[in-house]
């Protein structure tokens, strides 16, 4: 706790200079053993999570194994330096790679120029201070995405479990193509791969009910729990470890059952620059022919790559009770996926599942990622000969047993009771998802903008009708509404079979205005007083309140609340003495020509 205490504090104190800009100068000249113990043991469980998630999700986005791995350290040794959340870990991920399989075509050149120009989109969004932007995504489009994809991700793993060979990766294609095939299923296949999801499905049980283990309680009891806890914790190295070992009894007997990861080559990437054109049959294929391959993938990827990050770097700061810098985020990202690219990474971004891992094991600092990456890169160096020996089956089980938690069934429920029509954007994005994961963000984002777009032309007006017909707008107005507002004012005032005294625009939910609403306003004073009718304001805002004075409007009057202008019923002078501010001159600069009477 007292650890904890000391991050917390070391992160909301003002970093000026270079200490803003690189976090680790916040928290290293604090480091103590204490602190290094915890992350020690933190960055050995994350890493033990990550090769085995990493080389069943290079599978998932199309790639050889190895990219898997690739992918894996170089976000962790950048976000030491550059991040400002001590739980988060990058590295691949389901979603990320169920996007690089779309947009890259199953080719690792096209997937390392992804990963290098997402992070120089993610740099200059971070450089630009643009991450309001990720929050034009909103949470039924992301619900959509991620429960969609659970289901793509995880029927895509089933022809691994039943053993079957040649299925193709579009999911109606794939569905249709498993259930014909069906009776092809290798039954070792089938019987191991449904008992590795069982296991992690077991093991994942055990630790969410396992009881905390209490200081007082005797060392047996207490080695106890962090034995099981951490087998618990590490389920998918201790199940992918266990059926190499399998596979490989199978192999030392003559006979072999199960489909073989195969051979993965042994050594590290080399540092290099991502190529930026591509060696193809019928000769090279240039750069931008390969950005207009990727198309609308180098919006979307960066994108939800920045979006899944901040979320996760948020919801666990929330938790963990300190701060982080949004921006600063979008900083690591950018520089994260740059340098992966340099070592034939894939997009990553952070992982919630790993993220998760690692604040429950107590990680102190981001250091716990530099243990993760020198894991990974031991693994490359020394280890990739024994992943031959992984079957498929389990590699499977380990992505779906990730993903299934992604689907919220719960959440179609709740937008029907708490707002039926966000219903819409979640069953678009959710639907299309399915055809092509493209169509589905981007129908969904604009079904999105379009509801926003429709509740800022069309306003809640409140209207009380009587000798004094009061109006009240139930929010700020901006062009789009003007029209809506002139109508529900016109409607009522004109053409009411007996027509109101005067009429008062209550403007105290209005923040602001534009130019084209304060225009709007000027023909609605001119068609008003054509009728003999006045229209005062009341409890205008201030930055409102000078808008409409800079106008000079013909006729403009207001009051300071709405009892003071209820007891006005001339249009000059109100009855009980409260005279309102008006302005009577022409406002030629104001309205376009045609318009001045």
């Given at each position: 706790m007292a650890a904890q205490g000391t991050w917390q504090r070391g992160q909301s104190c003002g970093c000026p200079g270079v200490r803003a800009k690189l976090p680790i100068l916040r928290w290293l000249p604090r480091y103590s053993l204490a602190w290094l113990q915890l992350d020690l043991m933190a960055g050995l469980t994350v890493g033990l999570t990550v090769v085995p998630q990493a080389l069943a999700y290079a599978e998932v986005a199309g790639l050889p194994l190895q990219y898997g791995l690739y992918s894996s350290f170089m976000g962790c040794f950048v976000y030491c330096f550059l991040g400002t959340a001590k739980d988060v870990t990058l590295g691949p991920t389901a979603i990320m790679s169920l996007l690089v399989s779309s947009y890259a075509f199953h080719e690792p050149v096209y997937a390392i120029l992804l990963t290098f120009l997402s992070g120089c989109i993610q740099l200059a969004m971070g450089l630009l201070h643009l991450g309001f932007l990720l929050d034009f995504i909103s949470c039924p489009v992301i619900k959509g995405f991620t429960s969609a994809a659970s289901i793509t991700i995880s029927f895509n793993q089933v022809k691994n479990i039943l053993g079957l060979q040649g299925i193709p990766r579009q999911f109606f294609l794939q569905v249709y193509e498993t259930l014909r095939r069906i009776g092809e299923t290798r039954a070792g296949d089938a019987v191991f791969g449904l008992a590795c999801l069982a296991?992690?499905?077991?093991?994942?049980?055990?630790?969410?009910?396992?009881?905390?283990?209490?200081?007082?309680?005797?060392?047996?009891?207490?080695?106890?729990?962090?034995?099981?806890?951490?087998?618990?914790?590490?389920?998918?190295?201790?199940?992918?470890?266990?059926?190499?070992?399998?596979?490989?009894?199978?192999?030392?007997?003559?006979?072999?059952?199960?489909?073989?990861?195969?051979s993965i080559p042994q050594g590290l990437p080399p540092f290099q620059l991502p190529h930026f054109s591509m060696a193809a049959p019928n000769g090279t294929i240039p750069f931008w022919s390969m950005v207009e391959d990727m198309g609308v993938g180098l919006a979307v990827v960066p994108l939800m790559g920045l979006l899944e990050t901040v979320a996760i770097a948020k919801a666990f700061a929330s938790q963990n009770d300190y701060r982080i810098d949004p921006n600063q985020e979008?900083?690591?990202?950018?520089?994260?996926?740059?340098?992966?690219?340099?070592?034939?990474?894939?997009?990553?971004?952070?992982?919630?599942?790993?993220?998760?891992?690692?604040?429950q094991s107590g990680v102190c600092t981001p250091a716990g990622g530099l243990i993760t990456g020198t894991l990974v890169l031991l693994s490359l160096a020394y280890l990739t000969s024994l992943f031959y020996y992984i079957p498929k089956?389990?590699?499977?089980?380990?992505?779906?047993?990730?993903?299934?938690?992604?689907?919220?069934?719960?959440?179609?429920?709740?937008?029907?009771?708490?707002?039926?029509?966000?219903?819409?954007?979640?069953?678009?994005?959710?639907?299309?998802c399915f055809w092509e994961v493209q169509y589905g963000i981007v129908a969904g984002v604009l079904v999105s903008g379009i509801l926003l777009l429709y509740s800022i032309a069309r306003p809640p007006i409140k209207v009380s009708e009587g000798d004094v017909l009061l109006v009240q707008p139930g929010s700020s107005l901006h062009f789009p509404a003007i029209e809506c507002l002139r109508d529900a004012v016109c409607s009522r005032a004109l053409a009411a079979a007996s027509p109101p005294c005067s009429i008062i625009l209550d403007?105290?939910?209005?923040?602001?205005?534009?130019?084209?609403?304060?225009?709007?306003?000027?023909?609605?004073?001119?068609?008003?007083?054509?009728?003999?009718?006045?229209?005062?304001?009341?409890?205008?805002?201030?930055?409102?309140?000078?808008?409409?004075?800079?106008?000079?409007?013909?006729?403009?009057?207001?009051?300071?609340?709405?009892e003071e202008a209820e007891q006005c019923r001339g249009a000059e002078v109100g009855v009980s003495g409260a005279a309102p501010s008006t302005s009577t001159s022409e406002s030629s600069l104001l309205l376009p020509e045609g318009l001045i009477q």
């Open positions: 296991a992690l499905a077991g093991l994942r049980v055990m630790k969410s009910h396992l009881p905390q283990a209490a200081c007082a309680e005797p060392l047996a009891a207490r080695l106890s729990y962090l034995i099981v806890w951490t087998s618990a914790t590490a389920r998918n190295a201790l199940v992918v470890l266990f059926a190499g070992l399998v596979a490989y009894s199978f192999q030392v007997m003559g006979s072999q059952p199960l489909t073989l990861t195969g979008l900083l690591a990202m950018g520089f994260a996926n740059i340098l992966g690219s340099f070592v034939s990474s894939y997009p990553i971004t952070g992982s919630f599942g790993r993220t998760a891992v690692n604040a089956a389990a590699l499977a089980a380990v992505i779906i047993s990730a993903v299934v938690p992604m689907f919220d069934a719960g959440i179609f429920r709740r937008l029907w009771r708490v707002k039926r029509l966000d219903l819409v954007p979640l069953c678009v994005t959710f639907l299309l403007c105290c939910h209005i923040s602001s205005i534009d130019y084209t609403v304060v225009v709007g306003l000027a023909e609605l004073l001119q068609e008003l007083h054509k009728h003999g009718l006045p229209l005062a304001f009341c409890s205008l805002q201030e930055p409102v309140l000078q808008v409409l004075l800079s106008a000079d409007l013909e006729g403009f009057q207001h009051f300071p609340s709405r």
